[in-house]
Antibody, heavy 118, light 110 residues
Framework: QLQLQESGPGLVKPSETLSLTCTVSGGSISSNTYYWGWIRQPPGKGLEWIGSIYYSGSTYYNPSLKSRVTISLDTSKNQFSLKLSSVTAADTAVYYC??????????WGQGTLVTVSS | QSALTQPASVSGSPGQSITISCTGTSSDVGSYNLVSWYQQHPAKAPKLMIY???IRPSGVSNRFSGSKSGNTASLTISGLQAEDEADYYCCSYAGSSTYVFGTGTKVTVL
């Protein structure tokens, strides 16, 4: 069974870049079975798909965030990462990483709260 | 890419059945039988309850069932129990490896 764990700074200054890493255990991010993705949830609000990446490195982003988002793989560490540039208070959210099998988000990390504030 | 529309809240008494709707467009829900449903308790990560419209993962109670008609998917919880009180989100595949989530529904057990 897959396990995913997000890590990264809990506080980011406005206009800077948010960087998070998701460490995967119980499976390989190089497997062609899975896509890997990021979802966020602002406090008290709903879920928003940020983007996804396939083992080949192909990436897919939410059009509303595409200009600011980069998702990448680090196969040597069995991790994938999220970078979101030029952040504002509106980017304050709990960020989840998850695995995607076919088109189903099946295993999720516990989530990490990132606050954008000076 | 707009969020799928769900009712903000649905409530029911223990033992009753409730249905949560998830309305999209012909570009997402209407085009694919690829809607999944997630249960989220406070301060917890979402949990997969239904995938590909109607399929329950192993370990999920058979009180949960999914369906779809046109651009609207639905999640039905039968025999409502106190532990079912949570937020529920739908998610649809929208083509080209993109996804859209629903606005979320708070289920209250009276």
């Amino acid at each position: 069974q897959l396990q995913l764990q997000e890590s990264g700074p809990g506080l980011v200054k406005p206009s800077e870049t948010l960087s998070l890493t998701c460490t995967v255990s119980g499976g390989s991010i190089s497997s062609n079975t899975y896509y890997w993705g990021w979802i966020r949830q602002p406090p008290g609000k709903g879920l928003e798909w940020i983007g996804s990446i396939y083992y080949s490195g192909s990436t897919y982003y939410n059009p509303s965030l595409k200009s600011r988002v980069t998702i990448s793989l680090d196969t040597s560490k069995n991790q994938f990462s999220l970078k979101l540039s030029s952040v504002t208070a509106a980017d304050t959210a709990v960020y989840y990483c998850a695995s995607i099998v076919a088109t189903t988000w099946d295993y999720w990390g516990q989530g990490t709260l990132v606050t954008v504030s000076s | 890419q707009s969020a799928l529309t769900q009712p903000a809240s649905v409530s029911g008494s223990p033992g009753q059945s409730i249905t949560i709707s998830c309305t999209g467009t012909s570009s997402d829900v209407g085009s694919y039988n690829l809607v999944s449903w997630y249960q989220q308790h406070p301060a917890k990560a979402p949990k997969l309850m239904i995938y590909e419209g109607t399929i329950r993962p192993s370990g999920v109670s058979n009180r949960f069932s999914g369906s779809k008609s046109g651009n609207t998917a639905s999640l039905t919880i039968s025999g409502l129990q106190a532990e079912d009180e949570a937020d529920y989100y739908c998610c649809s595949y929208a083509g080209s490896s993109t996804y859209v989530f629903g606005t979320g529904t708070k289920v209250t057990v009276l």
